[in-house]
């Protein structure tokens, strides 16, 4: 059913921790502004809709479907949401590392994804182009994790077909992949990224 909620967890090892490092370091040599310069260059055309739908999300990418990602019913499969939603999650982390003047790949400290959540609200075909966005909603300091929302909106129509959100953790990786408080830094990045003071839970 598509609008069924998906849960996905993802271990330590995962391609998504890894895809994470390597953006985490480019992010390293530039400003914020060069960064985003750079990824505003890899931008599709958006309508007028799809942009003040994705107006919230600091970060955004653009991504056009393939047909090797429909299933047999000819409709956007729903395990590439995950992908979708994965790269505009590193392109907020990679903004956030630069904000922070951090570079997660030496420090040995970096985000891992926890815990996944995506609705389905219609389907998508081949071919179309869609914007994805990403932007923290908040942070909960006992579990010492963040959330992170996405929104998947059809670049011509401005429609919202999907939304996600994951939970994610900071880990020391030196230290077997031991989850830390969330560093002062971080948080007070991601303010400065999302222009405003993000709601800090206590639970």
Same mark, same amino acid.
């Given at each position: 059913? %598509? ?31 060069? %960064? ?93 182009? %869609? ?73």
């Amino acid at each position: 059913m %598509l609008t069924r909620a998906v849960r996905a967890t993802m271990q330590s090892g995962c391609r998504s921790s890894a895809s994470v490092f390597a953006v985490s370091t480019m992010s390293s040599v530039a400003s914020v502004s060069e %960064l985003r310069a750079r990824f505003d260059k890899q931008l599709l055309p958006l309508s007028p809709q799809a942009k003040q739908a994705l107006a919230p999300f600091p970060a955004q990418v653009t991504i056009p479907t393939r047909w090797g990602d429909e299933d047999m019913f000819g409709h956007i499969n729903n395990c590439c949401y995950v992908q979708y939603a994965e790269q505009s999650r590193v392109t907020y982390f990679a903004l956030q590392g630069a904000q922070a003047g951090v570079d997660f790949g030496h420090t040995g400290i970096g985000p891992i994804l926890a815990s996944f959540e995506i609705k389905f609200i219609r389907p998508v075909n081949w071919p179309s182009v %869609l914007g994805v966005g990403a932007r923290v909603s908040h942070f909960s300091r006992q579990h010492r994790r963040f959330t992170i929302e996405h929104a998947m909106v059809e670049a011509d129509s401005g429609d919202v077909v999907a939304v996600a959100s994951g939970e994610i953790a900071i880990v020391d990786y030196s230290k077997g992949g031991v989850a830390i408080a969330l560093p002062e830094n971080l948080i007070d990045a991601i303010n400065q990224l999302e222009k405003k003071e993000i709601e800090l839970r206590q639970s």
